[in-house]
């Protein structure tokens, strides 16, 4: 048996947006297709949202991540990467210190 509390209630849907939701459901009753500059990278993708173009903002910039079937129940943050990875320093170039 299990904890039955509220966190748990709360926890069992993933969460979407409704603007986002509203917008996307909006554009497909109109076939209309366009970017959706979005801030919310918690937002879970839903199966509505395949197809479109969502801008997702990673702190610096809106980075456009097209919505493809397998990216359905993933977050939008795990699409638009926040930090660059530029490799490990060069071993060379290292400085070696003597005791």
Not at 32 to 50: A, G
Request: glycine residues 8%.
């Amino acid at each position: 048996m299990g904890y039955k509390g509220k966190w748990n209630e709360r926890n069992k849907n993933p969460y979407v947006n409704e603007k986002i939701l509203k917008k996307i459901i909006k554009m497909n009753e109109t076939g209309e297709r366009k970017i959706i500059k979005v801030w919310d990278r918690s937002c879970t993708i839903t199966q509505e949202m395949v197809g479109h173009t969502i801008a997702v903002y990673n702190g610096q910039k809106f980075i456009p991540v097209y919505i493809q079937p397998e990216m359905v129940g993933h977050k939008l943050g795990e699409f638009s990467l926040t930090r660059t990875f530029r490799g490990h320093p060069d071993k060379s170039a290292k400085v070696v210190k003597k005791k």
